[in-house]
């Protein structure tokens, strides 16, 4: 028999014949991703390597490449019938003469490759997809993840410090401090609204590297000038009434929180950047406990923090009082200098590079929320997550003037036991999670949530069981808020991840804006109790949606 004939059932290949068949497999399934009546999981989001077609009909990879001397007689009789029937079928263009069981591997395989089969609830990625040290390991996300640490605590120490600042420079005896501090959280809480989403626009035509960088190297020189700007203008006049120094605090809180606009969605989109796709649950839990974990550290050393840098610089003469600006703008400059190292891999095309069509991207934006259901149905799951946080905030107050034992000054007590529990269930959600579909944990987060409300209404007035229930909360929201950010980032297309993290990270503010203004007319109407159990309500009706959403489109792709 010639050596070209295509019949080696009864004769020995060479190595030419073993790459001849693999040319021709790689050819028809090359022509078969283009082929109209291609299924769903071989369309071109959803490519098919040689290793996954090898695997799927339980061929070695190596059986398509060994060499002669390695393929015996009793291989040849074993493996070609299987390369025979691959190739007779990715002839055809498409996979129905595979068996079921084989075509199941390819979906699944299919599947991975984009982190869809995991959001349905379908297997499971490998065990070395879990868990944070392959996320550790990659050395992009530790830049990412680094300068978020040192920009997160110099975001919540920067409040501790303008705080200071007021108490020791404008702040009359017989005055409450309450005033000067609301007025910098406004300046603070208007650019959220304002250019939250429009931020996200320019986000997507800009280097996600260089707005990370310039954000927090801009954020460091603002905070380093305060020392000077204050002395500058300490003998000048008042405007309206202000003292001219703390308008230059409000100008400043005001430029650094518009910065913070461009940089939360420029940090949201260059996480998918630099981390594999079944690797974005860990990612995002990582994230979330550094964050949860930095607003207790921030807020509970940043004041002692605070005093010892400015006796440090006071006794090496840098500068009288300078150490708090030192402290947090030297925070930003290390963040910036560290995202200096991150390499994000995209490549911006000419036409990204012209300048923003602002309205028409913002349309684009909304009509991409509108047609994507589960991108859409996450951020809402978002919103009232944070609503209920936001609202929580406010009934901490109250919670702990009815609690024997503490004051309503001690709230900060109870706000903190919700951020040990978010930063707990973080972590075993970063360690197991992907174990679960987004929508199972989405549902169960949210049924602990409601739970923990209720019970809240119910031992309102027991600390112990206070605490360990909004911690128990807490734990719950993350199981809510990471799976539905990873959901986002997933599902979202590049060219889209400024115009939705934008969006989401304005929505989110107004979402926290609103319960701080609601919650405490709601209390003082309908009662501490009453208000607990309509949070549980809104929780509670948000997770059965997105499980009767993601149920819904697991029949349909089914």
């Not at 050596?3 to 021709?24: E, F, H, I, M, V």
């Not at 978002?382 to 209920?388: A, G, P, V």
């Not at 905030?393 to 109250?398: C, F, H, I, Q, S």
Request: proline share 4%; charged share 15%.
């Amino acid at each position: 028999m010639q050596p070209s004939d295509l019949d080696t059932r009864n004769t020995k290949p060479s190595a030419s014949q073993a790459n001849s068949l693999r040319s021709q497999v790689g050819g028809h399934a090359a022509n078969s991703r283009s082929t109209p009546s291609t299924p769903k999981y071989l369309s071109s989001k959803k490519q098919i390597s040689h290793n996954s077609v090898a695997e799927s009909t339980n061929i070695p990879e190596k059986t398509y490449t060994q060499e002669k001397s390695e393929f015996s007689m009793g291989e040849a009789d074993d493996k070609l019938p299987k390369i025979e029937q691959l190739n007779e079928t990715v002839r055809n263009g498409v996979m129905t003469k595979m068996p079921a069981s084989q075509d199941s591997a390819i979906a699944t395989e299919s599947s991975g490759s984009n982190g869809s089969s995991q959001e349905y609830g379908d297997e499971p990625p490998s065990d070395e997809s879990q868990g944070f040290l392959p996320v550790l390991r990659n050395r992009n996300f530790l830049s990412l993840w680094s300068g978020q640490v040192f920009s997160q605590l110099a975001d919540k120490v920067y409040l501790v410090m303008t705080i200071a600042i007021i108490s020791s420079r404008f702040q009359a005896s017989d005055q409450s401090i309450s005033g000067w501090v609301s007025a910098i959280m406004m300046a603070f809480t208007i650019p959220a609204v304002l250019f939250g989403s429009v931020a996200g626009v320019f986000v997507d035509r800009w280097s996600k590297k260089i707005v990370l960088v310039v954000t927090n190297l801009l954020r460091g020189v603002f905070v380093l000038s305060v020392p000077f700007l204050l002395w500058f203008t300490q003998d000048w006049h008042s405007i309206f009434n202000l003292p001219v120094g703390f308008a230059i605090l409000l100008g400043l809180s005001f430029a650094i929180s518009t910065l913070t606009q461009f940089f939360a969605p420029a940090e949201q989109a260059a996480i998918p950047l630099v981390v594999e796709r079944r690797h974005l649950l860990s990612a995002n839990s990582l994230y979330t406990t550094t964050m949860m974990a930095l607003v207790v550290v921030g807020f509970a050393v940043g004041e002692p923090l605070l005093a010892i840098a400015d006796t440090i610089t006071d006794r090496i003469g840098i500068g009288t009082g300078m150490g708090k600006e030192i402290v947090v703008g030297g925070s930003y400059a290390i963040a910036g200098l560290i995202l200096f190292l991150l390499k994000t891999g995209e490549s911006l095309p000419d036409s990204d590079r012209e300048p923003p069509h602002v309205l028409q991207d913002l349309r684009d934006g909304l009509s991409y929320l509108k047609h994507n259901r589960r991108v859409r149905n996450a951020l809402l799951q978002l919103i009232i997550l944070f609503s209920i946080f936001a609202a929580l905030t406010v009934l901490a107050v109250r919670l702990a003037e009815v609690i024997p034992g503490l004051k309503s000054s001690q709230f900060g007590f109870l706000l903190a036991a919700g951020g040990v529990g978010i930063a707990s269930g973080a972590t075993l959600l970063g360690q197991f999670g992907q174990r679960f579909s987004h929508a199972q944990l989405s549902l169960w987060g949210s049924v602990g949530v409601a739970a923990s409300l209720v019970g809240l209404s119910m031992f309102s007035h027991q600390l112990w069981f206070a605490l360990a229930l909004i911690a128990l909360l807490g734990a719950c929201a993350a199981l809510v808020a990471i799976p539905m950010q990873t959901t986002i980032q997933k599902e979202t297309p590049p060219d889209m991840h400024g115009k939705v993290f934008g969006l989401q990270n304005n929505a989110i503010n107004i979402a926290l804006s609103l319960p701080l203004a609601l919650a405490g007319l709601a209390e003082t109407l309908i009662g501490l109790q009453a208000v607990f159990l309509s949070l549980a309500v809104i929780a509670i009706a948000g997770g059965l949606l997105t499980w009767y959403i993601c149920r819904t489109e697991t029949q349909i792709v089914s």
